[in-house]
């Protein structure tokens, strides 16, 4: 992970990796900022947008609740590049 930029409001961070399959581009990226998102949530850190007016207690937190994880059907293939826009 690097630090890219310090702005106003926000960090901006690069977080960069290996992908031994270039074809599971999309799957993987969505895996990663999802796990990157759970990881945060769990350590009680928010993602908050710059247009998000913030009139709560500072003991509040807006974090989602925790989704259980689908199992996805092994002989489906649901991944991202998969789907195929309609003729």
């Known amino acids: 992970m690097h ?6 409001f ?3 961070y690069r977080i960069s ?3 031994t399959e270039p074809k599971q581009l999309l799957s993987c990226r969505s895996a990663l900022y999802g796990s990157i998102l759970d ?3 769990r350590q009680q850190v928010e993602i908050m947008s710059p247009s998000f007016m ?3 207690k500072i003991s509040d937190k807006v ?3 925790a ?3 689908s199992s996805v059907h092994p002989q489906l293939d649901t991944t991202a590049e998969n789907i195929r826009p309609a003729p």
């Open 3 to 8: 630090i890219l930029e310090l702005g106003n």
């Open 10 to 12: 926000a960090v901006t």
């Open 17 to 19: 990796g290996l992908l």
């Open 39 to 41: 990881t945060l949530h």
């Open 54 to 56: 913030n009139q709560r």
């Open 63 to 65: 974090l989602p609740k």
């Open 67 to 69: 989704q259980a994880k």
